[in-house]
């Protein structure tokens, strides 16, 4: 099977975890645009989303759902969402979309994180992605000093051959070179650093389910 037709199968097999009369958290990228348009065959049983980026809400909106403000509902039962990389024990990379703020807000805001992804995806160790982190722009020089001080080596995210905007007003650094063993402390200790909106590990909030598509089909994984 092709890495989208896999897509397609955990995108389809996450309706399962959608309830029914209420708001769901959507997450950014590829594969969660395979659940949007599965979710489009249940809009009438979804009274809204919380989306995470500009561009998730643009596609509800198209299948007809509301797209809803975090601060305009209380806890969500489930958010949805992709990673690029997710470790056996359910913490994620993510961020190659440049949503990575707003998806922790609203995994924060969620009792579940479901992650939909394809198997290659699932590392043991984090970090062969290069790892987003949503930065200040003033602060952008000395953050690549602290994390050469780590051993990995940052770059500011480009777009048409400029820094990339966020749909926060921020830039991003992508950092290569870590292998982060401890997701955990790693995410606390980066989260403090003057300048850093937010790093993309997502340990704190860590997927509680991952869908994974393989060529046999979607395997379960549980955390």
């Given amino acids: 099977m092709t890495q989208d037709e896999l897509k397609t199968l955990v995108g389809q097999a996450a309706l399962h975890y959608v309830t029914p009369g209420e708001v769901v958290g959507v997450g950014t990228g590829s594969t969660v645009n395979k659940f949007i348009e599965a979710l489009a065959t249940m809009k009438d049983r979804v009274p809204g ?5 500009e561009a998730s ?30 470790d056996p024990r359910g913490h994620m990379v993510k961020g190659g979309g440049a949503a990575l703020t707003r998806e922790k807000i609203v995994a924060a805001q969620s009792r579940r994180f479901v992650c939909i992804a394809d198997e290659s995806k699932l590392v043991q160790t984090l970090g062969a992605f290069p790892l987003p982190v949503e930065v200040i722009p003033m602060a952008t020089a000395r953050l690549v000093c602290q994390f050469a001080a780590l051993g990995g080596q940052a770059r500011v995210r480009l777009k048409d051959g400029q820094a990339l905007v966020t749909d926060n007003g921020q830039h991003i650094l992508d950092v290569t070179g870590l292998r982060i063993t401890d997701p955990l402390a790693f995410e606390s200790e980066v989260n403090q650093w003057p300048g850093v909106v937010t790093v993309g590990v997502f340990a704190h909030q860590k997927a509680v389910v991952c869908l994974l598509g393989t060529p046999a089909g979607v395997k379960t994984l549980n955390f």
């Fill in 49 to 53: 989303a919380v989306s995470s980026s």
């Fill in 57 to 86: 809400t643009a596609r509800l909106k198209a299948i007809g759902i509301p797209v809803l403000e975090a601060n305009e509902v209380g806890e969500l039962s489930v958010y949805i969402d992709g990673a690029d990389e997710i």
